[in-house]
């Protein structure tokens, strides 16, 4: 069993991203989290069943508090920013702090850069590019020396979704086989 944390700014779509990835459908009116929610989800990767649970935080700055105890014993942190909104993004760092806060040691993160499906032709100006995205998550693997993956989703089409949650469940089941052989030494 893993325990990811979804961390992020308010409205940047971490419980869609939840919802699309337990298979439930795309709400489009914004339902803000109050404190935290949480939901878990049996899969098979690579013919190894993990059962991954899912805390969904708020974003809001009033819950800070709340949030700091569901950090503590988790296998992964979920980063999501909206593409559309660079606040977010810029935000991000903050969010990685407030969290390594109340960790042990710092677990692999994935970065997802939400709402895809908003970005088209002629509105890119102000929005947060893949690259900017990348390069974020180059620059946090190397820093802090983590494994970090990155993609760009759309919680409303679902681009992603599955492909990022299997993606980190493989590095959640290798780090786990890896200090399986670290107690037996």
């Known amino acids: 069993m893993f325990k990811a944390v979804l ?17 439930k459908g795309f709400i489009s ?15 098979r990767i690579d013919d190894r069943p993990i059962q991954l ?10 819950y800070q508090r709340v949030r700091r105890h569901y950090y503590q014993g988790c296998s992964a942190m979920i980063l999501v920013y909206d593409i559309t909104n660079r606040e977010s993004f810029e935000n991000a760092s903050a969010w990685l702090a407030e969290s390594f806060k ?18 088209t032709s002629d509105n890119t100006a102000n929005y947060v590019t ?11 693997s190397e820093k802090l020396e983590i494994q970090t ?9 679902g681009e ?7 993606q980190l469940g493989r590095i959640l089941i290798e780090n786990h086989e890896l200090e399986q052989i670290r107690k037996k030494r």
């Open 29 to 43: 009116s914004h339902i803000a989290t109050i404190g935290v929610d949480f939901a878990q989800k049996t899969v």
């Open 102 to 119: 109340h960790v042990d040691e710092f677990p692999p993160v994935a970065i997802l850069a939400n709402k895809i499906d908003l970005r």
């Open 53 to 62: 649970v899912i805390w969904d935080l708020a974003g809001q700055e009033g």
């Open 7 to 23: 961390i992020g700014d308010a409205a940047v779509g971490k419980t869609s991203i939840r919802r699309r990835y337990l298979g």
């Open 130 to 140: 893949a690259e900017e995205g990348e390069a974020f998550a180059k620059s946090l």
């Open 160 to 166: 992603n979704i599955q492909e990022s949650f299997t």
């Open 149 to 157: 993956i990155f993609f760009e989703t759309s919680a409303k089409n």
